[in-house]
């Protein structure tokens, strides 16, 4: 059996997130909208296309989002990734490299390109003195 997503859940859910009320989003989307169309939008299991693109766009968010956000399985996979707080750090901050050696190497691959540089502007130089020198 699939699971509905539930569109105007999602909306108020979004919107909550954002930190905006239901009168906020109202008048970001038109004159025609009320904070109590707004609730009765979110009461909504499906919600038009049309409306949907509207409320996304002002939301700030995409439309896939609305149609497709499952809090459920969103909690879920939070629940089954983590099995503690300590996980969560070692998974995210293994430094393999010692950042002082790559900004060491940057600075010498930098260094090398700078006197290549500085090189083909002297021969450039020194080829422009030729060509006046000849023409004097």
Known sequence: MEKKIHHGKNVARFRQMLGMK????????????????????????????????DVARALKIPVDAIKNFD????ISIVA???TDESVAYV??????????????????????LYERL???????????QKLLDKHK
């Not at 109202?26 to 004159?31: I, R």
């Not at 025609?32 to 693109?53: F, H, N, P, V, Y």
């Open 22 to 53: 239901q009168d906020l989003l109202a008048s970001l989307l038109g004159e025609e909208w009320t904070q109590l169309k707004i609730s009765r939008l979110e009461a909504k299991e499906e919600i038009e296309d049309g409306i949907l693109d």
């Open 80 to 82: 089954n990734t983590f």
């Open 91 to 112: 998974e995210n901050y293994k430094c393999t490299f010692n950042p002082l050696d790559k900004w060491a190497e940057e600075i010498a691959v930098n260094r090398k």
């Open 118 to 128: 500085l090189q083909a502007e002297k021969e450039k130089i020194e080829l422009l």
């Open 71 to 74: 809090e459920e399985a969103a």
